[in-house]
Structure formats: structure tokens, C-alpha cells
């Protein structure tokens, strides 16, 4: 079992930036492959970005490319989300997942956390 927690949500303005976490429990972090997701009210869960466990394989959406960052450190069996120029649209609740073997750009994850929200101001 893994047992994931997400931080690090918030307000922010369009073009700010925030950094989310994905803190992981199990003693085999290095193992799962990661990832993120998003769901705005009424939507389906949105693919954002995913990583590998070695760190070496990294998918992003289209429309973070340039703007998010995906990285991990399994010393803290922890992952990031670095989001900058953020828009109105990237407003959503987001949920950190993990699965072993695999990165996979849809939901396809074993595991999930509850979400950090992310509400972006115009």
C-alpha cells in the first residue's frame, strides 16, 4: 500500500507561480512510477504530467510544456509540481498518483491522494 499526501495549493494571480508536493509513504518510492492530475468541477480528470521511477522518463500535457516542471527526490520519497505562468485555466483540484511499472498519461494509477486545490485568479 501507498498512502500519498498532497500540499502546496492555494490563490494565486494569473502568471504566478506554485510549487506542489506529493509526499509518499512505503520504502520502495523508487519503484513508482508518479504522477499528477486535475479535475475542475463538472470535468474529468486531466492528465498533467508523470515520471518515471528513475526520474529519466518524463511526460508532460501540451499546454504545461514550458511552464510545469515534474521532478522527484526518493531520498523523501517525494514529488514536485513546479507550475509557473499560471493561468485561469489551470484552476482545478490536483491529485498526485503512483503505480508500479509504467508511466502512463491516463489514469491508469493504483494509488491516489486527495488532492491540493489550485484556484487561479484573472
Known amino acids: 500500500q501507498v498512502q500519498l499526501v498532497e500540499s502546496g495549493g492555494g490563490l494565486v494571480q494569473a502568471g504566478g507561480s506554485l510549487r506542489l508536493s506529493c509526499a509518499a509513504s512505503g520504502r520502495t518510492f523508487s519503484s513508482y512510477a508518479m504522477a499528477w492530475f486535475r479535475q475542475a468541477p463538472g470535468k474529468e480528470r486531466d492528465f498533467v504530467a508523470a515520471?518515471?521511477?528513475?526520474?529519466?522518463?518524463?511526460h508532460y500535457v501540451d499546454s504545461g510544456k514550458g511552464r510545469f516542471t515534474i521532478n522527484r527526490d526518493n531520498a523523501k520519497n517525494t514529488i514536485y509540481l513546479q507550475m509557473n505562468s499560471l493561468k485561469p485555466e489551470d484552476t482545478a483540484g490536483y491529485y498526485c498518483?503512483?503505480?508500479?511499472?509504467?508511466?502512463?498519461?491516463?489514469?491508469?494509477?493504483?494509488?491516489w491522494g486527495q488532492g491540493t486545490q489550485v484556484t487561479v485568479s484573472s
Open positions: 515520471i518515471s521511477g528513475s526520474g529519466r522518463t518524463i
Open positions: 498518483a503512483a503505480r508500479l511499472r509504467g508511466v502512463f498519461t491516463t489514469p491508469k494509477y493504483d494509488y
